[in-house]
Nanobody
Framework: QVQLVESGGGSVQAGDSLRLSCVAS????????MGWFRQAPGKEREFVAS???????????DYADSVKGRFTISSDNAKNALYLQMNSLKPEDTAVYYC????????????WGQGTQVTVSS
């Protein structure tokens, strides 16, 4: 069973950048579909980005429309770490960000980190 620990959140100004990290233990990233989600106060948790490996060095990423062109999901497989580079941050990006993993054969994300807070002020 994989365990996930996020870090890198903080308080920034609109237009700034942050990079979130998620370190996995108890499992190898490439064997899962990895995702970032976020939950703002009073709102439901929403999908941000996902990453899955297609073999060798190929990988496939997907993004929510609200973050396309601003956020980039990536990984360092040697470190078993997942990242979310967030540029041009907006106040509406304020949320708790969660790293998650799901087994390729299952539709739901079963493994979640504890979350890291991102606050963007205008």
């Amino acid at each position: 069973q994989v365990q996930l620990v996020e870090s890198g959140g903080g308080s920034v100004q609109a237009g700034d950048s942050l990079r979130l990290s998620c370190v996995a233990s108890g499992g190898t990233l490439e064997t899962y579909v990895m995702g970032w989600f976020r939950q703002a106060p009073g709102k439901e948790r929403e999908f941000v980005a996902s990453l899955r490996w297609g073999g060798y060095t190929a990988y496939y990423s997907d993004y929510a429309d609200s973050v396309k062109g601003r956020f980039t999901i990536s990984s360092d497989n040697a470190k078993n770490a997942l990242y979310l580079q967030m540029n041009s941050l907006k106040p509406e990006d304020t949320a708790v960000y969660y790293c998650a993993a799901r087994e390729r054969s299952r539709p739901n994300y079963a493994y979640w980190g504890q979350g890291t807070q991102v606050t963007v002020s205008s």
